[in-house]
């Protein structure tokens, strides 16, 4: 199963080093899960957190 970034479409699997691997974040929508690399989850990771959605669990 490939995974690859919502944001910038960088696979997964391209990505060796561990530590990188580590920072890779996922939200599970439904059935579907959306990645989001180490790179972009730096760069957004404030927008994402506006932007994020009043869901009670
Ligand atoms: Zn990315």
Known sequence: MTASC??????RSS????LELLAW?????????????????K????DIEGKLPAEYW
Do not use: I
């Open 43 to 46: 760069k957004h990771v404030r």
């Open 15 to 18: 990505v060796t080093d561990p």
């Open 6 to 11: 919502y944001y910038c479409g960088r696979l």
């Open 25 to 41: 974040s996922v939200e599970r929508e439904g059935v579907s899960e959306r990645w989001l690399c180490h790179v972009c989850a």
